[in-house]
């Protein structure tokens, strides 16, 4: 595996990638597959040695070009096949998908979860948006299991989903509707039977103007359950964060939302990920601009970075931007690490355990629109919309000075009153001569970009 060494590698960014050139930067290509051709591709889920990645049909007059999900097996990395094809409904498309390794009394396995809903236009008319329930043990025979409640009414518009594994050994299932009313709550313990647990809905925006941001009808929503699954954070195209309290997940509650920023219009975005620091959570949200069809897109987005604390509104932190780059989209995170699919960029691998946070590492393929990523142990998985899927090195995460950066920095206020009386002694000691102060060492160079043709 490449070493990254994290708080002394830094890569620059050097503009906009020739559609040429190839980056690999602490991110080097072990294996990739065409998915086997067909559709454009889309996000991307990884459990055990399993991807499943949403493949939506190719453009092509009428509805006859259905939608499916490509279960690919990566036993060997090297060399990724796709060994089985879950159909979609005709005039239905996979939004988003999900995964986990689940073990309860009803079911152990494999768990994909695909967030169906229906197409734009005439080829999704009465059509109604769900959850799909797989079991992916054996990637080469899924097996469907079962399916959420339907929203006949919620028409044409973004679905996701999310799920975790709570202590007490239930998986609870985050789904948000095309329409934008909220977020549901179900239990899927039992995936083959899964029960509504409750519905938190969108709070109107204040001054009671109906939900939505710049020329948007509709608020459009993102939900990423924490890693304990007793709460989640809610993301609204508006701009406004919630961190939703599911102590108990049938009476969800949210304190004061953050606002959305001042310059939110051409920003907002609905897809997040947590980061537990040590002494701190973070929630990372990517400004990718819903709107920005309907006004002046901004000259550079990136990552909005809130502080979570339970029961309290989220606080905004100083963004992470890049002048000149493409909107960014869907994330995942580990350790103080968030790897970001950044279309036309590639994958970002964003450090937010250091002073300040920093790109460390960088994969752009040719023509690139990397649209999904995903994590293994050992490796990174990333779709592109055209060329498929791509296995790549995953960097070493250094969690120890990760852990460091984050503990000094949250322990830097308590620590400024020490500092100074320490400073009063210690100083005249040294401008006498009893105290002498260490060379400093060396530090590595950075890690080089490599580009090739």
């Not at 606002?259 to 620091?277: E, K, Y």
């Not at 009893?434 to 950075?446: C, D, E, K, V």
Request: hydrophobic share 45%.
């Amino acid at each position: 595996m490449t070493t990254l060494l994290l708080g002394v590698t830094m890569l620059p960014w050097s503009g906009p990638t020739a559609v040429a050139d190839v980056i690999e930067a602490n991110l080097m290509v072990v294996g990739r597959s065409d998915l086997n051709g067909g559709g454009s591709f889309g996000d991307v889920t990884v459990v055990a040695t399993t991807a499943v990645v949403a493949v939506g049909p190719p453009p092509a007059p009428g509805c006859a070009s259905p939608s499916d999900a490509r279960v690919v097996d990566i036993k060997d990395p090297r060399k990724p096949r796709v060994s089985s094809v879950i159909p979609i409904p005709p005039g239905m498309g996979v939004d988003d998908v999900e995964s986990a390794s689940v073990a309860t009394a009803m079911f152990t396995g494999d768990l994909v979860a695909l967030a169906v809903a229906p197409l734009y236009g005439p080829c999704g008319d009465g059509m109604e948006g769900f959850v799909a329930y797989y079991d992916v043990t054996d990637p080469d025979r899924p097996q469907s299991l079962g399916r959420s409640a339907g929203c006949r009414s919620c028409g044409s518009g973004r679905t996701a989903v999310s799920l975790a594994t709570r202590t007490d050994g239930r998986v609870l299932a985050a789904r948000v509707d095309g329409a934008g009313i909220g977020v549901a709550i179900d239990d899927v313990s039992d995936p083959a039977r899964p029960a509504a647990l409750a519905l938190w809905t969108v709070p109107p925006p204040a001054g009671g103007q109906p939900a939505g941001s710049g020329c948007l009808t509709t608020a459009l929503v993102g939900a990423r359950f924490h890693d304990d699954g007793e709460g989640a954070v809610v993301v609204i195209s508006d701009g406004r964060v919630y961190d939703l309290d599911l102590s108990d997940p049938s009476l969800p509650f949210a304190a004061e939302p953050a606002p959305a920023p001042g310059d939110a219009l051409g920003r907002a975005g609905t897809h997040a990920a947590i980061v537990p620091l040590v002494n701190r959570t973070i929630a990372i949200v990517a400004e990718e601009g819903i709107d920005a069809s309907c006004a002046d897109p901004p000259a550079d987005r990136g990552l909005r970075v809130l502080a979570l604390d339970r029961g309290a509104a989220p606080r905004e932190e100083s963004p992470v931007r890049f002048p000149g780059a493409m909107a960014p989209g869907r994330l995942v995170a580990s350790g103080a690490l968030a790897y970001v699919a950044w279309h036309k960029d590639g994958v970002r691998v964003i450090d937010f355990g250091q002073v300040r946070a920093r790109t460390v590492a960088q994969f752009v393929p040719i023509q690139a629109d990397v649209v999904g990523v995903g994590l293994l142990p050992e490796h990174v998985v990333v779709t592109d919309r055209a060329s498929g899927l791509y296995v790549l090195e995953r960097p070493d995460e250094g969690g120890a000075r990760a852990a460091f950066w984050s503990q000094f920095l949250s322990l830097l206020p308590y620590l400024g009153f020490a500092a100074i009386a320490s400073a009063l002694v210690l100083v005249p000691r040294l401008v006498a001569g009893r105290g002498a102060a260490p060379s400093p060492a060396g530090s590595p160079a950075p890690t080089p970009v490599r580009r090739r043709a």
